[in-house]
């Protein structure tokens, strides 16, 4: 830019309203001053014996840019709502001018704190500040002596001064002619205008992204190298995501009295009461002349009594339906608990997601898990969904704990965005499996559909699908909550039928595994026993397909969870693995008494066995109920009181193990 060029801007400049040019002010002093401590980080911590790619610095500093510039907009927004008020308003009395300043260089020097703890965080554990620093200070006097003894403190303390200091003088300097009246009368029209679009910019730049989510914590986690993700966020924001993460986890004397328990029913030799692992070694149960491929594929909101298998009346699955007479159809199956989320991280970890406040996933300090995923040496690795990967911050759950893992996301497909949920299922499954026919083998994919849920969209592309004609009473009787949801079930279900006539037709069908699965299931209009259990938004319909592989269809009966998914399919892969988390291989448990799924309702948690329902509630109390009998309802515990007492123990030792093991769940 050139001279003239600048002093084009600065008249442009002078013409705005004194309190938005302070805003802009503000704005370009924070984010100059995050980069130079972006800078810092990078030139602290990079080791020059690790190559870094161009193109993975260049993405985590455009993120950390959108983040810190996301943090100075938040910034503006205390001198927007309050300096409208008379004694602090900056414009007509010059000491709300000096007041601002002090506010800002005390807000400015909290967060160069917050940097420089983020700065000792990262050289003690190789991660940004976060709210499990109050664990590391349960000891203060401790704490201190080992910050003191570690970091020079006294020469950060002075950097923070002489920082803050500098801030105040450059701030306050600047301060007066920003806050100068405008160069000229500013009519109504004008200020209107530049009111609402500096309104508009600071909501982009917190937003942080021209798309349907907005920027997250877990776009951060793109790259294996944790110096490059953590190069990418900004400490602040990070520190306050953590915020609603921390819960009350069990501590190892809580959960050492049920390893018994847990032990016993895991099939396991009781060993050293110390170890708090479930930990076996499963070797290869089955060989087969090539390694089979495993396709996961994730039904949104499928539930079990929407489906013609299950007896609706409606037939809204008849594709579903089909596949299960020639698979393994296990009626039996339930998800520990809703929603997606939960049902994705269950999936790949093996852990009910039962994580409060909020999903797993939500949670930085949990993105890194094991999974059996990464059992599958040799195989190429595939996550496909119709929208965006940072849905609930999936992203940085799955490329953190499956390294290799290549995520395919709306930006990646040709076909047309639809709605808020990305392209349609159909231009899913479409684009899925070109990619699929294209890859050697073997492979693992996870297809993750979103479209039966509200709006229900149906796009023009629908092929032959026919909308079904239906009353809103009609559908209301079938246990769908409109006739909406019934049509958004039939186009769901047509999408399944569209990849497999695809896949029929490509080499890799007849040596792979599919598996399809309801992530959750939904409320019945209907008042069934197991809607009034609540068990209808946990009970889903699972099947493994592979004809060529499997031989003929068969019905299941055993008693099956999520957290046993992908146990049971490596089994019947023939892959060997170590399983230390709470899913097993459901088609190794033959004993009735060792089936059961953990449940988690909001008014209570439960466990599910093939006879009992267990429901533990401090305010309905407990109940053992024969949840598949005419009187599904009435409380038998009183007549079976030790099948109560152990189930109760067991339900307590898998509610508090899942919550431990959420935790410790971490790779090697």
């Given at each position: 830019m050139t001279s003239g060029d600048f002093g084009i801007v600065k008249a442009m400049v002078s013409y705005l309203p004194a309190r938005l040019r302070f805003c802009l002010l503000l704005t370009a002093l924070h984010f100059g001053l995050f980069g130079l401590f972006r800078l810092a980080f990078w030139l602290v911590f990079r080791n020059p014996a690790v190559a870094v790619s161009g193109s993975d610095l260049a993405r985590a500093w455009y993120l950390g840019t959108k983040f810190d510039l996301r943090l100075a907009a938040w910034l503006c927004i205390p001198f927007l709502l309050l300096s409208w008020l008379p004694g602090l308003n900056p414009v007509r009395k010059p000491a709300a001018a000096r007041l601002w300043v002090y506010v800002y260089s005390?807000?400015?020097?909290?967060?160069?704190?917050?940097?420089?703890?983020?700065?000792?965080?990262?050289?003690?554990?190789?991660?940004?500040?976060?709210?499990?620093?109050?664990?590391?200070?349960?000891?203060?006097?401790?704490?201190?002596?080992?910050?003191?003894?570690?970091?020079?403190?006294?020469?950060?303390?002075?950097?923070?001064?002489?920082?803050?200091?500098?801030?105040?003088?450059?701030?306050?300097?600047?301060?007066?002619?920003?806050?100068?009246?405008?160069?000229?009368?500013?009519?109504?029209?004008?200020?209107i205008v530049a009111s609402v679009l500096g309104v508009l910019l600071a909501a982009g730049a917190i937003y942080g992204n021209v798309a349907w989510y907005p920027l997250r914590w877990s776009e951060a986690y793109f790259s294996p190298d944790p110096l490059v993700s953590a190069l990418a966020l900004n400490p602040v924001l990070?520190?306050?995501?953590?915020?609603?993460?921390?819960?009350?986890v069990p501590s190892a004397e809580e959960i050492r009295p049920y390893m018994g328990i847990l032990a016993e029913h895991y099939g396991m030799a009781r060993r050293n009461p110390d170890d708090l692992r479930l930990c076996r070694v499963v070797p290869t149960r089955r060989t087969w002349e090539r390694p089979p491929n495993i396709v996961l594929i994730h039904l949104e909101s499928f539930a079990a009594f929407k489906t013609g298998l299950m007896g609706n009346d409606l037939a809204a699955t008849p594709e579903f339906d089909r596949l299960a007479r020639e698979s393994l159809f296990f009626p039996n199956f339930f998800v520990p608990r809703p929603p997606s989320a939960r049902s994705v991280f269950t999936t790949f970890t093996g852990i009910p997601d039962l994580h409060e406040p909020g999903y797993a996933s939500h949670n930085p300090a949990l993105v890194r898990q094991r999974s059996l995923v990464n059992a599958l040496t040799g195989y190429g690795k595939f996550y496909f969904i119709g929208g965006s990967a940072s849905w609930a911050n999936i992203r940085g759950f799955l490329s953190q704990s499956v390294p290799g893992l290549r995520i395919y996301?709306?930006?990646?497909?040709?076909?047309?965005?639809?709605?808020?949920?990305?392209?349609?299922?159909?231009?899913?499954?479409?684009?899925?499996?070109?990619?699929?026919?294209?890859?050697?083998?073997?492979?693992?994919?996870?297809?993750?559909?979103?479209?039966?849920?509200?709006?229900?969209?149906?796009?023009?592309?629908?092929g032959d699908f026919r909308e079904l004609t239906i009353d809103e009473a009609a559908a209301r009787q079938a246990g769908f909550d409109s006739a909406a949801a019934v049509n958004g079930l039939r186009w769901l279900d047509y999408a399944v039928g569209e990849f497999f006539r695809l896949a029929r037709t490509a080499p890799y069908y007849d040596n792979t595994l599919f598996c399809l699965y309801g992530d959750h299931g939904s409320p019945s209009t209907i008042d069934t026993p197991f809607e009034q259990?609540?068990?209808?938004?946990?009970?889903?319909?699972?099947?493994?397909?592979?004809?060529?592989?499997?031989?003929?269809?068969?019905v299941e009966e055993r008693l099956m969870g999520s957290p046993d998914l992908l146990p049971t399919l490596l089994s019947l892969a023939g892959v060997p693995y170590v399983n230390e988390t709470l899913g097993r291989d459901i088609l190794a448990v033959e004993s009735p008494d060792r089936q059961f799924v953990p449940i988690d309702h909001w008014q209570y948690i439960g466990l599910l066995t093939p006879r009992f329902y267990l429901t533990l509630s401090p305010v309905l109390g407990h109940r053992l109920?024969?949840?598949?009998?005419?009187?599904?309802?009435?409380?038998?515990?009183?007549?079976?009181?030790?099948?109560?007492?152990?189930?109760?123990?067991?339900?307590?030792?898998?509610?508090?193990?899942?919550?431990y093991l959420i935790h410790y769940n971490r790779p090697e």
């Open positions: 005390a807000l400015v020097t909290a967060i160069c704190l917050i940097y420089f703890m983020d700065f000792g965080y990262f050289a003690y554990l190789q991660s940004r500040i976060r709210m499990e620093i109050l664990d590391h200070i349960a000891e203060p006097a401790i704490a201190a002596r080992m910050v003191w003894e570690s970091y020079p403190v006294i020469w950060a303390l002075a950097g923070l001064v002489v920082l803050v200091v500098l801030y105040a003088w450059l701030l306050h300097r600047a301060a007066r002619p920003a806050l100068r009246p405008s160069a000229g009368p500013v009519r109504w029209m004008p200020r990070f520190l306050l995501d953590t915020l609603p993460s921390r819960e009350d996301e709306e930006s990646d497909y040709d076909a047309p965005h639809m709605d808020v949920w990305g392209v349609s299922d159909l231009d899913l499954v479409r684009e899925t499996h070109r990619v699929l026919a294209r890859q050697p083998q073997p492979f693992f994919a996870f297809i993750q559909t979103a479209g039966n849920h509200r709006p229900y969209t149906i796009p023009e592309d629908r259990l609540g068990l209808t938004s946990h009970h889903v319909p699972m099947i493994i397909h592979a004809p060529h592989l499997l031989g003929p269809g068969r109920l024969a949840y598949r009998t005419e009187t599904p309802l009435r409380d038998i515990g009183p007549e079976h009181p030790d099948e109560a007492r152990r189930l109760e123990r067991l339900c307590r030792a898998l509610n508090l193990y899942a919550r």
